[in-house]
């Protein structure tokens, strides 16, 4: 499976942004699914996870709260809305699709997708 991720940027703090991501080469439906994090210089961070139906989350403790995970199986497309942004959540964004259902370890990954760029920043 391939995954697309985008819909990073530049973002005012306590703002919104909503990441994609688009899997291509086989349905997600077939995949738990997450999203991680890496901020410069620290080292790659759990932050949301989703049942191959969409029915149980999990998240990271730091976002608790402020972000949601979502799916569309329809659409192949996993997305991550962000609220109340805060200048910490400054990172590259990475989706990813997960060997086993609730862990947050960056080992718990069978294929990475590329990052996108999410700046909190006034």
């Known amino acids: 499976v391939q995954l697309q991720a985008c819909g990073g940027g530049l973002v005012q703090p306590g703002g919104s942004l909503r990441l994609s991501c688009l899997a291509s080469g086989r349905t997600i439906s077939s995949y738990y699914m997450g999203w991680f994090r890496q901020a410069p210089g620290k080292e790659r961070e759990f932050v949301a996870a989703?049942?191959?139906?969409?029915?149980?989350?999990y998240y990271g403790d730091s976002v608790k709260v402020r972000f949601t995970i979502s799916k569309d199986n329809a659409k192949n497309t996993v997305y991550l809305q962000m609220n109340s942004l805060k200048p910490e959540d400054t990172a590259d964004y990475y989706c990813?699709?997960?060997?086993?259902?609730?862990?947050?370890?960056?080992?718990?990954?069978?294929?990475w997708g590329q990052g996108t760029q999410v700046t909190v920043s006034s």
């Open positions: 989703i049942s191959r139906s969409g029915g149980a989350k």
């Open positions: 990813a699709t997960l060997t086993n259902w609730g862990t947050k370890s960056s080992e718990n990954v069978d294929y």
